[in-house]
């Protein structure tokens, strides 16, 4: 079965640095999304990929699917306190209507004023 | 952007008793809807999948007779925690897609925290 992977597991960096968070995948993936929790609350969507190579930009937010489709990065630009959350990665293995998401065990991120 | 709510937010309830929790789509159609259960620190777990009049298809583990879904409409699906227990205490998430492949967006509900004494 399909399992992500993300690193690190939780980050702790000052305000205005940047940073990076990855998502593997054990199998080719044929959608990426990636989405931001905030403690204790629901899921906000962030981004979807779907071609190799891919990217996207979100405000300071950028995420990237690499070309062999089976890893994707998060990269946050000059971080804010608003930026502070878990941010999960999430897939599907293969385009059919009966399979299902699966997620990441997600990056806890803290930002430091 | 599309909405989707969730209600109630947080509820709590005795052992025992029944819960309903009611996941809609305000501004858009929920073809597939999806119920998520999330312990804490830990990833989202899929419990079911439901797609508008049809039975819910339900995750291996994940107890039919305990937790009853209902998607009887294209914008409401239920999901009743029957005679809850303090172990069935978690923060529970819907989702609603207005299509059934993974092409389409999977919009989230805030979710609902139950807590069962």
């Known amino acids: 079965s399909q399992e992500l992977e993300q690193s690190p597991q939780s980050l702790i960096v000052q305000e205005g640095k940047n940073l990076t968070i990855n998502c593997t995948s054990s199998?080719?993936?044929?959608?990426l999304y990636w989405y931001k929790q905030k403690y204790g609350e629901g899921l906000i969507f962030l981004m979807m990929?779907?071609?190799?190579?891919e990217e996207k930009s979100h405000e300071k937010i950028t995420a990237k699917l690499d070309e062999k489709k089976q890893q994707s990065s998060l990269h946050i630009t000059a971080s804010q306190p608003s930026h502070a959350g878990i941010y999960l990665c999430?897939?599907?293995?293969?385009?059919?209507?009966?399979?299902?998401?699966?997620f990441g065990k997600g990056t806890r991120l803290h930002i430091l004023p | 952007g599309a909405v989707v709510s969730q209600h109630p937010s947080w509820v709590i309830c005795k052992s025992g008793t029944s819960v309903k929790i009611e996941c809609r789509s305000l501004?858009?159609?929920?073809?597939?809807m999806f119920w998520y259960r999330q312990f804490p620190k830990q990833s989202l777990m899929l419990m079911a999948t439901?797609?508008?009049?049809?039975?819910?298809?339900?995750e291996q583990g994940v107890e039919k007779d305990k937790f009853l879904i209902n998607h009887a409409s294209l914008t409401l699906s239920t999901l009743t925690v029957t005679s809850a227990h303090p172990e069935d205490s978690s923060f529970y998430i819907c989702?609603?897609?207005?299509?059934?492949?993974?092409?389409?967006?999977?919009?989230f509900g805030p979710g609902t925290r139950l807590t069962v004494t």
């Open positions: 989702s609603a897609s207005p299509g059934t492949s993974a092409s389409y967006e999977q919009y």
């Open positions: 199998k080719t993936l044929y959608g």
């Open positions: 990929l779907q071609k190799g190579g």
């Open positions: 999430g897939a599907y293995a293969m385009m059919n209507r009966d399979d299902k998401i699966i």
């Open positions: 501004d858009f159609q929920a073809t597939t």
């Open positions: 439901s797609n508008e009049g049809s039975k819910a298809t339900y």
